[in-house]
T-cell receptor
């Protein structure tokens, strides 16, 4: 089935450690996005990519990094510079520039906690 | 002022009630609009797109008012399973990032 796969479902980070969250899609979508959601809050955009080998900062990029070497993959690294990483991380994709009227589709998320 | 604003609620309604949510947006050039549903501790899922002429899907009706820059979602004959947070989403005209509202929480009670 086509879709977006995030892994792992749960992740624990030790202080000072970098961790990488995986996001893979087989929808042939050009655009991919990372969001953070804190309890009881809305989605906040971390990074997004409209095309392979290109990405832009969202509203809360500090302490995070991404890469987009392949169309189907958009991993997010939570670096040690992110002092409050505990949150629900959501990856999404959309067709992209080819059709701006299409919605985003989400993976089922990764819950990150500090040990 | 936020780009997309929703009444956070919560809306507490009895089963069978009709409930409506509004969402206002500030960018008059916005191109496309959607409603998503998010269950507790789950990812958002697309509920329906919102078209200029208004559209209906079963018990759900979405409307767009470009002049006043708001979209609405009407749920008729509420079910217990409708309890969730409803997010409105606005896409800009240049295929850039979408803007999500913070959501409106609905609880349907027996």
């Amino acid at each position: 089935d086509g879709g977006i796969t995030q892994s792992p479902k749960y992740l624990f980070r030790k202080e000072g450690q970098n961790v990488t969250l995986s996001c893979e899609q087989n929808l042939n979508h050009d655009a991919m996005y990372w969001y953070r959601q804190d309890p009881g809050q809305g989605l906040r955009l971390i990074y997004y990519s409209q095309i392979v080998n290109d990405f832009q900062k969202g509203d809360i990029a500090e302490g995070y990094s991404v890469s987009r070497e392949k169309k189907e993959s958009f991993p997010l690294t939570v670096t040690s510079a992110q002092k409050n990483p505990t949150a629900f991380y959501l990856c999404a994709s959309s067709i992209g520039r080819r059709n701006s009227n299409q919605p985003q589709h989400f993976g089922d998320g990764t819950r990150l906690s500090i040990l | 002022r936020k780009e997309v604003e929703q009444d956070p609620g919560p809306f507490n309604v009895p089963e069978g009630a009709t409930v409506a949510f509004n969402c206002t947006y500030s960018n008059s050039a916005s191109q496309s609009f959607f409603w998503y549903r998010q269950d507790c501790r789950k990812e958002p899922k697309l509920l329906m797109s919102v078209y200029s002429s208004g559209n209906e899907d079963g018990r759900f009706t979405a409307q767009l008012n470009r002049a006043s820059q708001y979209i609405s979602l009407l749920i008729r004959d509420s079910k217990l399973s409708d309890s969730a947070t409803y997010l409105c989403v606005v896409n800009p005209s240049n295929a850039g990032k979408s803007t999500f509202g913070d959501g409106t929480t609905l609880t349907v009670k027996p």
